[in-house]
């Protein structure tokens, strides 16, 4: 009796788990995302903008900051009232001045030394220095001041700029990551994939599987700055959230389209799911790993900022390869052909070939005949194909033709830095002020820079410093007319001519670092502000020159390791290379003249090298492992045919979902996030509609099988690289599958 119910209680059992375990990893990510999601708006309350903690402390600014906590309190920072009337300062306007800034004097986030109102020169503008603490949160005490002033008396412009009017812009510039930033990326996801898939069901499970990624990541990230393992600003944290979601919809998109293609070839959605899952996880691990070794390399930069992204990057694709690989497939699995309601892709009767009706199918074999299963859309990519294998190497020439001419503007890029004011786009008080100042007074007032030095050589210092073009006025700090003196050293500070946040001052610093260090047992350093901005973009430039080609070695390593190739993984890398270029030069004729961009900070082309190139092989990566899986069993030409035709749709999709989430940087009102975003989205399109479309297809069928040297693969004849007929029309039954 026991040994005929088994028969019926097998099939049960099956049943259960089969719906059992994806319930239960809903559940799992359900809590996590409960339980960590809320941290993704609690990241600012972790971050800093200001420069000093990112310098080394190597920097010549970081030690003279160290040891100025000797001679004055360096927990303050300054902002600078200004207040300009075209006709002239007034006694009223004086009074009202002093009325508003001195009764918050000593208040909490405020210093105990304002100094009085300052007239300038001209009589038509008046400033007032107040000192800010550090120690909370120096842009809530910015708005209460900023709030003071709020009413002048009428004709009277006043503005609060310096350090702590920037850092208070900054701040309400960043406020919008975790609102708008995620508002407007969210709905850019959710309109493409409403575009791709045409349901209402699917761009919904895909956009909350990226919302669980986020708060992974976000979590995982809060709790390493919390502990202090890791530096972050606003600009990682933008650049986080952006690409979890990008990253976590393009892998969902390979996972569901494959599952879509495996739904057409047989009745069980959980057959259909094991199949799809095996194939796509394969590319998807090799393309998170390619950019998690990308961005780690980041982790070699003497700037803590650039290095900290490292890290905070790659939890967030290990967040969204997580969420793509367990929570989607969970879903998927309860909800079958729903998922793509009102178009559920219906079963499709083929002949099979005995080697792929098992679920033991190797990664990139499909069990349909490649032409009679084809959709609309492969059908597109199949004449694509079809056209590029016909004329490769006029293809290949010309794309590298227009690849090359958009690559010769890329010197005119001006990547040298910018100054702190103009790193806003839009009016901001701090930069409205600073202009305000430059008009009235000495534009460095309030901001000095400082000159560390052996007291028995302070006159030496003084008298070379007064010397140097763009210093204005120089000063040993004194106390009752005696210079204060600790530890044999005092502190020379130096008022520039120009604003302090701008090239002009960093010039001037440079000039004065030249002439103080020549003065033999002086032992002078210096520091200040300025040269803290000097020393930033100094070793951003020096990053930049160092990670690039770590970069290129480590994709290049990836890449050989996954094709089993040399010649192959060269070739992609160098396109993808000459893709960036084009990037580059496009930009900067854009930047230079209709977008009116004063430069760029050498950050800017590090950041989007890391990430086209990680991102932009990605795409590579799905083509030519589709393209390797296909050329084992077809031959290389064919093998190329069949995996263009069949990853064409996904990827192209991907690269668009990719460039539109990274282009939604832009709505933070920066100059470095909107250049990153222009420069990333611009190139992801570039890799993914001519260098992945027609470039690289194109050379590896003019190469032919010499594109796997030295694999034996290199050796491998087959009739169809062997002769010009339709590969695909002629063979055996091919994957139509979305990826390898």
């Not at 599987?209 to 502990?227: C, E, K, N, P, T």
Request: net charge negative; hydrophobic share 50%; charged share 15%.
């Amino acid at each position: 009796m026991a040994s005929s119910e088994m028969p019926d209680s097998q099939p049960s059992r099956l049943s259960f788990l089969r719906w059992l375990i994806p319930a239960m990893l809903i559940l799992v990510w359900l809590i996590i995302g409960g339980g960590l999601g809320p941290f993704a708006g609690k990241l600012a309350s972790v971050s800093t903008n200001d420069n000093t903690a990112f310098l080394p402390a190597s920097a010549e600014s970081t030690q003279v900051n160290d040891q100025l906590s000797r001679f004055q309190d360096t927990t303050e920072i300054p902002a600078i009232v200004i207040a300009v009337r075209d006709s002239g300062i007034t006694a009223a306007d004086r009074a009202y001045l002093t009325e508003q800034t001195q009764r918050l004097q000593g208040t909490e986030g405020f210093g105990s030394a304002f100094s009085p109102v300052i007239g300038s020169k001209d009589g038509k503008g008046a400033e007032v220095f107040i000192p800010i603490s550090t120690k909370g949160e120096p842009a809530d005490t910015v708005k209460t001041l900023r709030d003071s002033l709020a009413n002048p008396p009428n004709g009277l412009e006043v503005k609060v700029t310096g350090p702590a009017g920037q850092v208070a812009d900054l701040g309400e510039a960043f406020a919008g990551i975790d609102g708008l930033l995620l508002l407007v990326a969210g709905a850019v996801v959710v309109l493409i994939l409403v575009v791709v898939y045409r349901s209402p069901i699917l761009p919904f499970v895909v956009l909350i599987s990226a919302v669980f990624a986020l708060g992974l990541a976000s979590g995982a990230v809060y709790f390493a700055a919390d502990q202090g393992l890791l530096e972050l600003n606003g600009q990682s944290q933008g650049i986080l959230f952006i690409l979890v979601f990008g990253a976590a919809t393009d892998y969902a998109l390979l996972l569901v389209s494959r599952f879509r293609e495996e739904l057409m070839h047989t009745a069980d959605k959980y057959t259909a799911l094991r199949r799809a899952w095996r194939a796509t996880i394969e590319p998807v691990s090799a393309s998170a790993g390619t950019v998690i070794l990308g961005v780690l390399c980041l982790l070699f930069s003497d700037l803590n900022s650039n290095r900290s992204l490292g890290p905070v990057a790659a939890l967030g694709i290990v967040a969204s390869f997580l969420a793509s690989m367990t929570f989607l497939p969970a879903v998927l699995a309860l909800l079958g052909r729903a998922a793509f309601w009102p178009l559920r892709p219906n079963l499709v009767e083929t002949a099979h070939p005995a080697n792929t009706d098992s679920d033991n199918t190797k990664s990139g074999a499909i069990s349909a005949d490649f032409d009679d299963t084809t959709s609309n859309t492969h059908r597109f990519w199949y004449a694509i194909a079809q056209w590029v294998a016909a004329r490769p190497r006029t293809v290949w020439i010309a794309t590298l033709i227009l690849l090359v001419v958009g690559a010769s503007f890329a010197p005119m890029f001006k990547a040298d830095g910018i100054a702190q004011t103009d790193f806003f786009l839009g009016d901001v008080d701090s930069v409205a002020g600073a202009q305000l100042q430059a008009q009235h007074f000495d534009a460095g007032a309030g901001t000095p820079t400082w000159i560390l030095t052996r007291a028995d050589h302070a006159d030496e210092v003084v008298t070379a410093t007064r010397g140097v073009d763009g210093v204005a006025q120089v000063s040993v700090l004194s106390t009752n007319g005696a210079p204060v003196v600790r530890d044999g050293e005092v502190a020379v500070q130096a008022t520039l001519s120009d604003n302090a946040e701008s090239l002009a001052a960093q010039d001037t610093v440079e000039r004065i670092r030249t002439e103080v260090h020549a003065i033999e047992g002086a032992d002078a350093k210096v520091g200040g502000m300025t040269a803290v901005d000097l020393d930033t973009r100094t070793t951003a430039i020096h990053d930049r020159n160092l990670i690039i080609p770590i970069v290129l070695m480590v994709v290049l390593a990836v890449l050989i390791l996954l094709l089993r190739s040399i010649l192959a993984p060269v070739l992609l890398l160098v396109t993808t290379v000459l893709s960036f270029a084009t990037t580059l030069g496009v930009a900067a004729l854009l930047f230079n003249g209709p977008f009116g961009f004063p430069g760029a900070d050498p950050v800017v082309p590090l950041f989007a090298f890391v990430f086209l190139v990680a991102l932009g092989i990605d795409y590579n990566i799905f083509l030519m492992t589709r393209v390797r899986e296909e050329s084992i069993r077809h031959g290389t030409r064919a093998g190329i045919i069949r995996g263009l035709t069949s990853t064409g749709g996904v990827i192209t999709s991907a690269g668009v979902v990719l460039a539109a989430t990274f282009a939604a940087l832009a709505v933070i009102p920066l100059l470095f996030l909107a250049q990153v975003a222009f420069l990333v989205a611009f190139g992801v399109l570039v890799d993914t509609l001519i260098v992945r479309t027609l470039l690289v297809p194109a050379l590896s069928l003019d190469i032919g099988r010499r594109i796997w040297w030295p694999s034996s693969l290199s050796h491998k004849r087959s009739e169809s690289d062997e002769s010009s007929a339709d590969p695909v029309a002629t063979g055996t039954s091919s994957a139509a599958g979305s990826t390898s």
